[in-house]
């Protein structure tokens, strides 16, 4: 029964894992990103809530967050912020993608990584 399980889920509730996101919805947060970046690794998951893809890599980038990072996670909507996505694309000198994740360190774009690649990295790595 177990493998079954394993296979077709259980239907027993799962708790849903919360992440500390904060909403980046407008374009001054950035300046705020990159200052807080010389004390805190800063990081940024551009999300497009139309796009399965998208969808995918966020439900696995949460379930395989280390909560206990020490890290500000900010999340972006970028079909409801277009304007806020285009500017993280200049100010952090990123090409833009969706799904992407961008880790921000004194300023500047330390790594990133979009669509699969995202949950390839080591965040533990940049905190």
């Known amino acids: 029964m177990g493998f079954l399980k394993s296979i077709f889920g259980s239907s027993e509730p799962k708790e849903e894992k919360v992440l500390p996101w904060q909403a980046l919805t407008n374009v001054a947060q950035l300046a705020e990103i990159a200052q807080r ?26 379930s395989a967050y280390n909560v206990d990072a020490n890290l500000d996670l900010y999340y972006l909507d970028l079909l409801s912020y277009r304007e806020v996505s285009n500017e993280v694309g200049y100010k952090f000198q990123v090409i833009h993608q969706s799904p992407q994740l961008l880790i921000i360190k004194n300023g500047t774009t330390v ?15 940049f905190a």
């Open 37 to 62: 970046s010389q004390a805190k690794t800063q990081v940024i998951f551009k999300h497009s809530t139309r796009c399965g893809i998208s969808s995918m890599v966020m439900n696995q980038f949460v």
């Open 111 to 125: 790594a990133h990584a979009s669509h699969g690649a995202i949950n390839d990295l080591d965040l533990e790595r």
